[in-house]
């Protein structure tokens, strides 16, 4: 019969059919098992890679916080020539947090109200300067309080005068009972020879990011607007506590600095625990950090924004250079400083983009300049919440919202920027947050809210700015 005749074969090929189906089954097995495995030893070399890409990357200037003694904890120092009054000739100007005892300050004059200065033996260390030759040479000191407010620590200048006013010192030396503290001295601006070059450059200080700080849109567009819409070419950010992506697009703009134009400076915040409470310290120290960020940035740079993350300032129109001295130009034919004053910081006055205005956006997430076109229909005093640009070498010491010490006390001006010029564009919520000096008035979430969309003029500005491609690519 055919078809009994058949029936082997048949056989046969069912059972072929069987073994293969079960080495295909055992084949799919051995190659799932051998993807997971080399899939998690994928993922762990990843971990490892990034981490070391992060330590290789980042690069930290070479000081921060250092423990003196349970008063004084030491930051950096500068050497200060400038023609100061009163002058007391060339001294290291050492900064520091210092432990705030308000009954040891003594008044200079009569006109000393809120007095700054300290009097002798008000702190026990002694400060002694070296030359070139490596002599050390112990040297009388002032204290000065810089801070605007005070709690129980307060930003505080040492000031060591030199001795012999042809020395040029190369370090300072703090010393304690118990201990010393030992820093390089950093060159001084060349007040009488202020080349164009230097005086036209700008840079960009933010007080100490802490959190962790993790908002990566926010700083990309941060740096991306200052950069090609003001002509800022220098970043410095004081790093307290940030993310692992921040460190990462951070240092990876300082590594591509010879393609955007645009360097990086990065200081460890390194602030002792006892320091990061505000009934301690105010604000981890903003005031010293802005004040070192002129002072390391003078040399170089003629001007500064002292502004926050969530600050823009935003000229009226776009203008035909893209750079800081244009805004300056454009500030003095509209808004002149009185007679025999100069222009030495312009404050912008401020107006709250409320995040309460635009909840289509998330600040935190996904932050978008161009995506946030609400604000509230009031403008803030100059002397409430302004920000500022500064030019360095007149600055002494910074202010929260305006400056205070000057070298020419007599000369430099707060110059107000007409909002005809430009605003202070200011991203945040607005919860709990009330108008009025001290925050005495009524909340800001009551005031109406207008459009603006004033900015979005710069938007394909920015985004075809070398840092928003570079920061583009590195995340896509």
Same mark, same amino acid.
């Given at each position: 019969?055919?078809?009994?005749?058949?029936?082997?074969?048949?056989?046969?090929?069912?059972?072929?059919?069987?073994?293969?189906?079960?080495?295909?089954?055992?084949?799919?097995?051995?190659?799932?098992?051998?993807?997971?495995?080399?899939?998690?030893?994928?993922?762990?070399?990843?971990?490892?890679?990034?981490?070391?890409?992060?330590?290789?990357?980042?690069?930290?200037?070479?000081?921060?916080?250092?423990?003196?003694?349970?008063?004084?904890?030491?930051?950096?120092?500068?050497?200060?020539?400038?023609?100061?009054?009163?002058?007391?000739?060339?001294?290291?100007?050492?900064?520091?947090?210092?432990?705030?005892?308000?009954?040891?300050?003594?008044?200079?004059?009569?006109?000393?109200?809120?007095?700054?200065?300290?009097?002798?033996?008000?702190?026990?260390?002694?400060?002694?300067?070296?030359?070139?030759?490596?002599?050390?040479?112990?040297?009388?000191?002032?204290?000065?309080?810089?801070?605007?407010?005070?709690?129980?620590?307060?930003?505080?200048?040492?000031?060591?005068?030199?001795?012999?006013?042809?020395?040029?010192?190369?370090?300072?030396?703090?010393?304690?009972?118990?201990?010393?503290?030992?820093?390089?001295?950093?060159?001084?601006?060349?007040?009488?020879?202020?080349?164009?070059?230097? $005086?036209?450059? @700008? *840079? !960009?200080?933010?007080?100490? /990011? =802490?959190?962790? &700080?993790?908002?990566?849109?926010?700083?990309?567009?941060?740096? $991306?607007?200052? @950069? *090609? !819409?003001?002509?800022?070419? /220098? =970043?410095?950010? &004081?790093?307290?506590?940030?993310?692992?992506?921040?460190?990462?697009?951070?240092?990876?703009?300082?590594?591509?600095?010879?393609?955007?134009?645009?360097?990086?400076?990065?200081?460890?915040?390194?602030?002792?625990?006892?320091?990061?409470?505000?009934?301690?310290?105010?604000?981890?120290?903003?005031?010293?950090?802005?004040?070192?960020?002129?002072?390391?940035?003078?040399?170089?740079?003629?001007?500064?924004?002292?502004?926050?993350?969530?600050?823009?300032?935003?000229?009226?129109?776009?203008?035909?250079?893209?750079?800081?001295?244009?805004?300056?130009?454009?500030?003095?034919?509209?808004?002149?400083?009185?007679?025999?004053?100069?222009?030495?910081?312009?404050?912008?006055?401020?107006?709250?983009?409320?995040?309460?205005?635009?909840?289509?956006?998330?600040?935190?997430?996904?932050?978008?300049?161009?995506?946030?076109?609400?604000?509230?229909?009031?403008?803030?005093?100059?002397?409430?919440?302004?920000?500022?640009?500064?030019?360095?070498?007149?600055?002494?010491?910074?202010?929260?919202?305006?400056?205070?010490?000057?070298?020419?006390?007599?000369?430099?001006?707060?110059?107000?920027?007409?909002?005809?010029?430009?605003?202070?564009?200011?991203?945040?919520?607005?919860?709990?947050?009330?108008?009025?000096?001290?925050?005495?008035?009524?909340?800001?979430?009551?005031?109406?809210?207008?459009?603006?969309?004033?900015?979005?003029?710069?938007?394909?500005?920015?985004?075809?700015?070398?840092?928003?491609?570079?920061?583009?690519?590195?995340?896509?």
């Amino acid at each position: 019969r055919q078809v009994t005749g058949a029936e082997p074969v048949l056989g046969k090929t069912v059972a072929a059919m069987i073994r293969i189906k079960r080495v295909h089954r055992s084949l799919v097995i051995y190659v799932i098992t051998f993807y997971t495995i080399a899939l998690l030893a994928y993922q762990h070399l990843l971990g490892e890679t990034t981490e070391r890409v992060l330590e290789q990357v980042v690069e930290y200037e070479n000081y921060s916080w250092v423990k003196l003694s349970e008063d004084v904890f030491v930051l950096s120092a500068y050497y200060e020539n400038r023609p100061l009054e009163p002058d007391r000739g060339p001294f290291v100007r050492v900064l520091t947090i210092a432990r705030h005892n308000k009954e040891l300050l003594v008044k200079k004059s009569i006109r000393d109200l809120q007095p700054k200065t300290y009097g002798k033996g008000a702190f026990h260390f002694i400060c002694s300067v070296e030359d070139e030759a490596g002599e050390a040479v112990e040297v009388e000191y002032e204290a000065v309080i810089f801070e605007e407010g005070g709690e129980r620590f307060a930003a505080t200048f040492i000031n060591c005068f030199l001795k012999n006013s042809d020395i040029v010192p190369t370090h300072v030396r703090l010393s304690d009972k118990d201990k010393s503290v030992r820093i390089p001295v950093k060159s001084g601006v060349s007040y009488q020879k202020d080349s164009g070059a230097r $005086s036209n450059k @700008s *840079s !960009v200080c933010v007080r100490a /990011l =802490f959190g962790p &700080y993790d908002n990566v849109e926010q700083i990309g567009q941060f740096m $991306s607007y200052y @950069s *090609s !819409v003001l002509g800022a070419s /220098l =970043f410095t950010f &004081y790093l307290m506590d940030v993310s692992d992506r921040v460190k990462y697009l951070l240092g990876h703009l300082q590594s591509q600095s010879e393609t955007t134009s645009v360097s990086v400076n990065l200081v460890d915040w390194n602030l002792p625990d006892q320091l990061r409470d505000w009934e301690e310290l105010w604000d981890y120290g903003a005031l010293i950090a802005l004040t070192d960020c002129v002072y390391s940035n003078m040399v170089e740079y003629g001007y500064a924004f002292i502004v926050d993350m969530d600050e823009f300032i935003v000229p009226r129109e776009i203008m035909a250079s893209p750079s800081t001295q244009a805004l300056v130009d454009r500030i003095g034919e509209n808004k002149r400083p009185p007679i025999n004053k100069s222009s030495d910081a312009f404050l912008f006055k401020n107006t709250f983009f409320c995040s309460e205005f635009n909840e289509e956006t998330d600040f935190d997430e996904n932050f978008d300049l161009f995506s946030i076109p609400f604000r509230e229909d009031f403008l803030w005093s100059y002397k409430l919440r302004a920000k500022m640009l500064v030019r360095t070498k007149e600055v002494v010491a910074v202010g929260h919202h305006r400056i205070y010490d000057w070298v020419r006390p007599n000369v430099s001006y707060n110059t107000p920027v007409p909002e005809q010029v430009s605003l202070l564009h200011h991203y945040r919520s607005c919860e709990g947050v009330n108008t009025g000096f001290s925050g005495l008035g009524y909340p800001v979430l009551k005031n109406k809210k207008i459009e603006d969309k004033n900015i979005y003029k710069f938007k394909h500005i920015v985004q075809e700015s070398p840092v928003a491609k570079i920061i583009k690519y590195a995340f896509s």
